[in-house]
């Protein structure tokens, strides 16, 4: 996950300045809603994808995530493994970097605490997902893969590729258009464009690889959860 990338990117406005963003969810919050869910706990359900099924279930409802998605990226992040660090500095289960916690003002030493993991995921994605301003007739599986593609390229690059794609009367909110156009970013011809703010890109065949991931173990935990 190149998360570092997705939330530096997300300081970029349409011109390459930085840019307000909406209030983040304090340290002091998380923590006030942690010790009120220690004393009135949510009853369990079963677990049917993971281990961590109903800490999903709640930190998704808490921050507007379908905990299944999360689930799927926990999965293609770190296979569910708690206190994982990679190479670049990427932690935990939903592999969130330092940069993101010191963005939401959350201590970077709370990044393997597995519930402030995943729950920064969450606000990550919600904040992406506010910032590209897709509208709502966009389909769930566009607009989710627009989201993911943000997560891990960052949404810098991606943004980039809606205005191409716009330009040239392509789809800026189909995942086909925008994930061609992600492609295109590799060649001079299209990043030298003036409308191209974030420069060459060529990450696309893993951030290509990493949104369909995601998006088949999404569909198969769905159907699972029906099941279940």
Request: aromatic share 6%; charged share 20%; hydrophobic share 40%.
């Amino acid at each position: 996950m190149v998360l570092s990338v997705a939330l530096i990117a997300a300081y970029e406005s349409a011109i390459g300045q930085p840019q307000d963003l909406k209030a983040p969810t304090t340290a002091e919050a998380i923590a006030a809603n942690q010790k009120l869910n220690e004393q009135t706990p949510a009853k369990e359900l079963p677990c049917v994808i993971s281990r961590f099924d109903n800490l999903m279930r709640k930190v998704g409802a808490e921050e507007g995530q379908d905990w299944r998605l999360m689930s799927a990226i926990a999965y293609s992040e770190s296979r569910f493994i708690e206190n994982l660090e990679s190479k670049q500095g990427a932690m935990g289960i939903m592999q969130i970097r330092p940069v993101v916690a010191r963005h939401f003002k959350v201590p970077v030493e709370s990044i393997n605490d597995t519930e402030t993991n995943i729950r920064l995921a969450g606000m990550l994605l919600s904040e992406l997902d506010d910032m590209l301003h897709m509208p709502s007739s966009t389909p769930e599986k566009d607009r989710l893969s627009i989201i993911l593609a943000s997560y891990n390229a960052g949404i810098g690059h991606v943004l980039d590729a809606r205005r191409l794609a716009r330009s040239e009367g392509a789809n800026p909110n189909s995942w086909a258009d925008v994930s061609r156009y992600l492609q295109l970013k590799s060649t001079p011809d299209y990043y030298q464009k003036d409308i191209v703010k974030c420069g060459r890109f060529t990450g696309s065949a893993q951030t290509l690889s990493y949104v369909g991931q995601v998006m088949r173990k999404y569909n198969q935990y769905c159907k699972l959860t029906a099941q279940s």
